[in-house]
């Protein structure tokens, strides 16, 4: 499934910038997932500045040892935190507490501030690892790595067909969208445009049914009998293990920076 992506798009990470994973990218991929759902976990369960800040700088540790492009990386996740942004804006003006300033009549609390800061470190601390040791993987490779670790086969099948059809769906909405501007089509607040929307999502839509029964078709006749065989093996070595332990101390160091300096 993977020969439908260019170099590019390889990782779910992409920057579009080609990159060298480092050590990161030598570990199993099952210890990557593991990791990544570990370090989640411990990170929403912290509930102090000092710790929060504490698992952003490991977050960045992280990033520095995937070798990822800092500024694309960093650009992306820009674009995660401007979907939480008015979230984060409104929480001090929304959570009782003491008096911090006042906005067009609208008092802001210290508590409220404080929260909006904690939301933001969490959720930058939690993409940021997942990015750098999930992101990596090429998307074949995260599907077969979540088989080998007893995740439902349907479900590992359904994220190894979307990963590969998502472009060209995308591909699919170029292609009509030129058609639409050879034609004259300039978009704008009208009926027209509305209508002409709705046709572009509704032959999307026909195209996919179209093309699935096609690529059915060609997947049965290569032998396809609702499974898919995965070739890949994995075997954790001395290295896997010794980065589960360092991460599992890191993991027990947060929740005594935690403890001590709540």
């Not at 989640?40 to 698992?55: D, M, Y």
């Not at 930058?124 to 990596?136: E, K, P, Q, S």
């Not at 026909?206 to 096609?214: K, N, Q």
Request: glycine share 10%; with cysteine; hydrophobic share 50%.
């Amino acid at each position: 499934m993977g020969h439908a992506l260019t170099q590019r798009e390889k990782t779910l990470a992409g920057t579009g910038v080609r990159f060298d994973p480092g050590p990161v990218g030598r570990l199993d991929p099952r210890a990557r997932i593991a990791a990544a759902c570990l370090f989640g976990v411990t990170v929403v369960a912290l509930s102090g500045l000092p710790a929060l800040i504490a698992a952003l700088c490991v977050s960045l540790v992280f990033l520095r040892v995937s070798r990822l492009p800092v500024g694309p990386t960093l650009r992306r996740m820009a674009m995660m935190d401007g979907f939480i942004f008015f979230m984060l804006a409104l929480l001090p003006f929304t959570v009782p507490g003491d008096p911090f300033f006042t906005l067009w009549g609208l008092t802001a609390s210290w508590q409220g501030l404080i929260q909006a800061v904690e939301i933001a470190l969490t959720a930058n601390a939690v993409i940021l690892a997942v990015m750098t040791l999930v992101g990596t993987m090429e998307p074949v490779t995260l599907g077969h790595a979540l088989y080998r670790m007893r995740c439902p086969e349907t479900l590992v099948h359904l994220l190894m067909f979307t990963i590969r059809y998502i472009e060209v769906l995308r591909e699919e909405y170029l292609r009509l969208r030129a058609a639409m501007k050879v034609r004259g089509f300039r978009p704008g607040t009208n009926w027209h445009s509305y209508r002409s929307f709705g046709y572009l999502v509704g032959m999307m839509l026909v195209r996919a049914i179209e093309r699935s029964e096609r690529i059915l078709g060609a997947m049965k006749c290569r032998g396809f009998s609702g499974r898919i065989l995965l070739l890949q093996e994995f075997a954790l070595s001395r290295r896997d293990h010794l980065f589960g332990a360092a991460l599992l101390g890191v993991c027990l160091g947060l929740f005594a920076v935690d403890l001590t300096w709540p």
